[in-house]
Structure formats: structure tokens, C-alpha cells
């Protein structure tokens, strides 16, 4: 008993070690992967906050500058740690956080329900990705440019060579995506790691110039100077939101590290790197007021300058990596939800899920990113932008959190609602002075995330319309059947096994209509494979595939639905691989099988379906549409495409 009980506690101590192991190796790559925006925006806030070039500037006094340090902590406190790591990281969708996920489970709901107000919150959630998406295009341009302004600080006469730089950096950034970032990826966590523990030592020497500063930790320095310079204050919100750009990464990568390990990182490392940091930087402003054209670059040992330039461009190209990462699953999962077009993705990693590559996407980035950095030229002017897409993607999470808590929690409602009314309207205080920045450059991540969400909308609009045109030429499935049954002798049956890719079991694929209609033939074997894309990241195998005889085992007609994750590679061969072969007509010969597609050819129609310029826009959106074969992975030596024209 005693040898018994010893090797219960062996194993038990083993698995608590390697349970230890493995979160620690999780928070070491959340803090590479999660944190590198937020992580990187000390370089940039108290710069932007106190720029005496600001329309609203604020005047440098101890008061503002308590003021400002107390308000960013508190910001930090209220948006990150309360609403995304208390409480918004509390809702998943099996798993997987985000707005997205936020998005499939109001979508479940309105299908379940029909519930009106599930459908507007979920356009609003489209609005929210599209933000994020606007700022997947911001951030490489103003990280990667703050840090090699640090060249300024250096050596003024490196002035000319910053645009440059920062150039080939994002050029060499986003040609790098094709490669993936598996091998690179391994340095994220301590190279960030590194970075944490630079800008915790140089805050520490500031501190010590000013250490008055710490009292900033009180909230009564944020209130009095929220509401006793309110005439400043309030226009300093539009460039505090800084200090939490990159806060909806917390709960976007969710799914890839866990809530435990993102907690353990943002509460023990980066809350107190970032906040030593940012105090600081006060401390250096109180201490000397001509610090304040770069408080960050300024607070380092002059010998140290060059070495710490190099690391903040790494971090931020880091924290670029991780936005372009994003951009990259927002735009596949709102293709698998229907929308955008099957999008050409690519998986980088052959033993890392998640990591995808999407082309279209990278370019479109990639140009937008440049014509930011050619045309703002500096991060300070880029910052006014930069604002409204952290905020305003917060402020649609922290509304579509409480919906899913009053639809799901058992909390007292009193309780729900106080949380909500403190939150949100903190949150659209920032919202507010962000407005203000219109035409200082906010105007940018509305238009961009506008465009965005038009686009999503009118796709998932003109997809409808096809989708019922196409279920009217499709017809019946049961009547289709019978009609083969009464004409046995006009239709050859050929030996083999032939699949036909369908939208359902209820109605005829169009390639399967053709090919009897014209052709008067018909395999032994017909498998019609209906594609579903659940509302979950992934599906198990045991839940892959259900196959149905439709009624008639005998008549080598045989309908298999496979379901895939929202997330997860479309591979419809290794899917049909799961399928037992007495299942599937007694004899499913997947080596030898013919795939058949229905393509369909779209052109705009006179009737007044949707307004001229969306149709337009509809037909110029299908263009980017990814080859069905590709992206259901069907062998392209052993796939027959049938074609039919449906009019918008």
C-alpha cells in the first residue's frame, strides 16, 4: 500500500511539473504573440498625449502630468484587466474568444430564435472585425515607424533615413508572411520577454528622478483630472486610448493559449513592465520638460539608445506579425461564415495549427500600410487614427459580451447592468474625443472599416440572391429521384463512383442534373457531399461526417454531410476517408472517385434585386473567389466542372 500511495505521488508530481512546463512555455508565447501591441505602446502615448503640435494640447504642468499617468493606469485597469481579462475572456465559444466568436454565437441564436436584435448585434460585430481589420493596417504603420524615429533621438542627422527604413522593414515583413511564422515564432516570447524587463528598467530609472510619481497610482489623480480639467482632459482621451491598442488580442487569441496563461502574463509581467514604464516617463517629463519629443527614447541611457532602438523595432515588428496574423484568421472565418468568398488560404505549419497565410489579404495590407507611412510620415500624426479602431472595436466587444451574459449567465441583472453602464460609458467617453480627431486623421479606420463592412454586407446580401435563384434551378432531389427510376432504360449506368458537391440533401446538384440531363448517364456509385461549416473552431473526427441512404439502399444514391470547424481546412477527400464503405452504397472507392462541381457564372440582371453599384460590387468581390476545387482540396486530375449563369 505504502509503494502504491509512493508511486501515486510520483506521477501526480510529474504531471503537476509538466502541467507547470507547459503553462509556463504558454504565457512565454502569449507574451510574444498577445502582448506585443499593447506591449509596444509606451513608445508612442505620453509623446502623442503632451505633442505641443496637438489641436487640443495639454498643458506640461506636475498636476496634468499625475493627471495623465493615474488616467492611463486606470484606463489599463478598467478596459484591459476588468472588461477583457475579468470578464470578457469569462465567454467562449468552445474554446475560442474574439469578436468573431462573439458573432457565431448570436448567429446560432437568431437561427434557433429568429430574434431581430441578434441580427443587428451581429452587424454590429461585422463592424467590429472590420475595425480590427483597419487595424491590422495601423499598427505595423505606426509601431514599426516609432521605433526607428528612435534613430532621431540617436543622431538627428538620421532623420532623413527613418521613412526609408521603416519601408524595407514592412516591404520585408509582409513578403516573410508566405514562410509563415513557426520557426520564427519560437523567438516572439523571449525576445518580447526581453523587451518587458528593458522598458521595466529604464521606468525604474525614471522613478527615481521623480519618485513622487507613485502616488499616480491613486485613482483620485484620474478623476480630479478628468473632471477638473475637463476642457483638456477630455481631448486627452483621444490619444490615451493608446495605452490598450491591442487589448481585443487578449481575447481574440483565446483559443491558442487559454485564459490562464494570457491572465498570468498580462497581471505579472506586462500590466507591471508597461505601468513602471509609463511612470517613468512622467517621472522624466517632471524632471525635464525638453524630454517630452521623446520621453521613451529619452528615458534610456544615452550609450544604450542604439541597442534599444534595435530591440523596439523587433517588438514592434513582432507586435505587426501578430496583427497581420489576426487580420488573416478574421478575414477566413468571416469567409467560412458567408461574409466574404472562399478566400485562397495556405497553412504555413505542418504540425502548428492556425497558422494561415491569406494572399489577397497580405496585399491589401501591405499597400495600405505603405500609403500610411508614405502620407503621415511620423507616428505622432499617424496616432490620431490610430485611436478610434482600438476603441471603437472595444466598445462593440463590451456590448456583445453583455448580451451573451444576460442570455446566458444566471447573474443578477442589476449586477449585469451596473457593469455595463460603468464600462460603456468609459469606453464611449474615449469614443467620444476620438470624434473629435476626425479630421486629424480618425476619419481613416471609419472609412477603412466602412468599406470593409460594405463590402461583407453586400456579399452576404448578394449571396442570398444566388442562393435562391440557384435552389429554384436546382430543384427537388425527391422528384429528381423518381424521375431516374421511371426512366431506367434511357440512362446508362457506368461502373464507379462518382461525387457531387451540395449545398443540402434537398435539392439536385446542378453538375448531377447536367450530366443525366445531356449525357443520359449516371455512375453505379453517387455520393452527394453536403459541406456545413459549424459555428465551433473545430469539429471532432467522431463528428465529421453522418451519412444518409435518402430512404432507398438501394438505389447507389447515397447523401454524406461533412462538418467542419469555422476554423479548420475544408478537406472534403479526407473527410470522405471517415466514411465507413458499407455505409456509403456498400462500396465507396475514394482512389478512383470522379468529383463533379457546379460552377456558377454571375452576371447583373435588370431586376432591381440590389441597387446598381452593389451588384457591381458583388460581381467585382466574386472575382477574388478561390477555385472550389482548391479549396475543398479535390484532386484537380480527377475533377469535372459543370457550369450554369445566374443573374444578380
Known amino acids: 500500500m505504502t509503494q502504491l500511495l509512493e508511486r501515486i505521488a510520483t506521477r501526480t508530481t510529474t504531471t503537476h511539473a509538466v ?181 521595466a528598467l529604464c521606468g525604474i530609472g525614471g522613478i527615481l528622478l521623480e519618485p513622487g510619481i507613485l502616488v499616480a497610482l491613486s485613482p483620485t489623480y484620474a478623476i480630479t483630472f478628468l473632471l477638473g480639467h475637463f476642457h483638456y482632459a477630455f481631448f486627452a482621451l483621444a490619444a490615451i486610448v493608446l495605452c490598450f491598442t491591442g487589448a481585443e488580442a487578449l481575447y481574440a487569441d483565446m483559443g491558442h493559449f487559454g485564459r490562464r496563461p494570457i491572465t498570468i502574463g498580462w497581471l505579472f509581467v506586462v500590466l507591471p513592465a508597461v505601468t513602471i514604464n509609463y511612470m517613468g516617463q512622467g517621472a522624466l517629463i517632471l524632471h525635464d520638460r525638453d524630454a517630452l519629443a521623446s520621453p521613451f527614447f529619452l528615458l534610456i541611457p544615452e550609450s544604450l539608445r542604439v541597442p534599444m532602438v534595435v530591440l523596439a523595432t523587433a517588438a514592434t515588428v513582432i507586435a505587426s506579425q501578430a496583427v497581420i496574423s489576426g487580420a488573416f484568421s478574421v478575414a477566413s472565418q468571416a469567409a467560412e461564415l458567408g461574409y466574404l468568398p472562399r478566400l485562397r488560404i495556405l497553412h504555413t505549419s505542418t504540425d502548428t495549427y492556425g497558422q494561415i497565410y491569406v494572399p489577397w489579404v497580405n496585399g491589401i495590407i501591405l499597400a495600405a500600410v505603405l500609403i500610411l507611412v508614405l502620407t503621415f510620415q511620423s507616428s505622432t500624426a499617424l496616432a490620431y487614427a490610430y485611436g478610434m479602431t482600438a476603441i471603437g472595436t472595444n466598445t462593440i466587444t463590451t456590448i456583445l459580451f453583455f448580451y451573451v451574459a444576460f442570455r446566458a449567465w444566471k447573474t443578477p441583472r442589476w449586477l449585469l447592468w451596473s457593469g455595463l453602464v460603468l464600462i460603456l460609458s468609459f469606453e464611449l467617453l474615449f469614443v467620444a474625443a476620438n470624434l473629435t480627431k476626425i479630421l486629424h486623421g480618425a476619419w481613416l479606420p471609419l472609412a477603412i472599416a466602412l468599406a470593409s463592412f460594405t463590402v461583407m454586407a453586400t456579399w452576404q446580401k448578394g449571396r442570398s440572391i444566388v442562393t435562391a435563384k440557384r435552389t429554384k434551378m436546382e430543384g427537388s432531389l425527391a422528384e429528381f429521384m423518381d ?63 453522418e451519412v444518409d441512404d435518402l430512404g432507398d439502399p438501394t438505389d447507389g444514391i447515397t447523401h454524406v454531410t461533412v462538418h467542419f470547424g469555422y476554423a479548420e481546412v475544408t478537406d472534403v477527400p479526407r473527410a470522405l476517408a471517415l466514411v465507413s464503405p458499407k455505409a456509403a452504397c456498400g462500396r465507396l472507392q475514394l482512389d478512383e472517385a470522379i468529383y463533379y462541381l457546379s460552377r456558377i457564372e454571375l452576371r447583373a440582371g435588370r431586376k432591381p434585386r440590389m441597387r446598381t453599384w452593389r451588384k457591381k460590387l458583388f460581381l467585382a468581390t466574386s472575382r477574388i473567389t478561390v477555385d472550389a476545387a482548391e479549396h475543398f482540396n479535390l484532386p484537380l486530375n480527377r475533377t469535372v466542372v459543370l457550369g450554369e449563369v445566374v443573374e444578380v
Open 19 to 199: 502541467r507547470e512546463r507547459v503553462r509556463f512555455a504558454l504565457v512565454l508565447g502569449a507574451l510574444g504573440v498577445v502582448f506585443g501591441d499593447i506591449g509596444t505602446s509606451p513608445i508612442y502615448t505620453l509623446q502623442t498625449i503632451f505633442n505641443p503640435d496637438d489641436p487640443h494640447p495639454v498643458p506640461v504642468d506636475p498636476e496634468n502630468v499625475y493627471g495623465v499617468v493615474s488616467l492611463i493606469f486606470w484606463s489599463m485597469m478598467i478596459i484591459v484587466t476588468l472588461t477583457y481579462v475579468s470578464l470578457a475572456m469569462r465567454v467562449d465559444n468552445h474554446g475560442e474568444g474574439g469578436i468573431m466568436a462573439l458573432i457565431t454565437l448570436l448567429r446560432s441564436w437568431a437561427a434557433r430564435r429568429q430574434v431581430r436584435v441578434t441580427g443587428v448585434l451581429a452587424a454590429l460585430g461585422i463592424f467590429g472585425a472590420s475595425l480590427f481589420l483597419g487595424d491590422g493596417m495601423i499598427t505595423p504603420a505606426i509601431s514599426v515607424l516609432s521605433a526607428v524615429e528612435g534613430l532621431k533621438i540617436v543622431n538627428p542627422d538620421l532623420e532623413p533615413f527613418v521613412i526609408p527604413i521603416v519601408v524595407v522593414i514592412i516591404v520585408v515583413l509582409f513578403a516573410a508572411q508566405k514562410f509563415g511564422t513557426n520557426a520564427v515564432g519560437r523567438l516572439f516570447g523571449p525576445v518580447t520577454t526581453v523587451w518587458f524587463a528593458a522598458i
Open 483 to 545: 424521375e431516374i427510376k421511371s426512366r431506367p432504360h434511357e440512362i446508362v449506368t457506368v461502373p464507379g463512383t462518382a461525387i457531387f458537391l451540395n449545398r443540402g440533401k434537398t435539392e439536385v446538384p446542378l453538375a448531377l442534373r447536367d450530366n443525366i440531363r445531356h449525357n443520359h448517364v449516371r455512375h453505379q456509385n453517387i455520393v452527394l457531399v453536403s459541406v456545413e461549416i459549424a459555428t465551433v473552431p473545430r469539429v471532432a473526427s467522431r463528428h465529421r461526417v
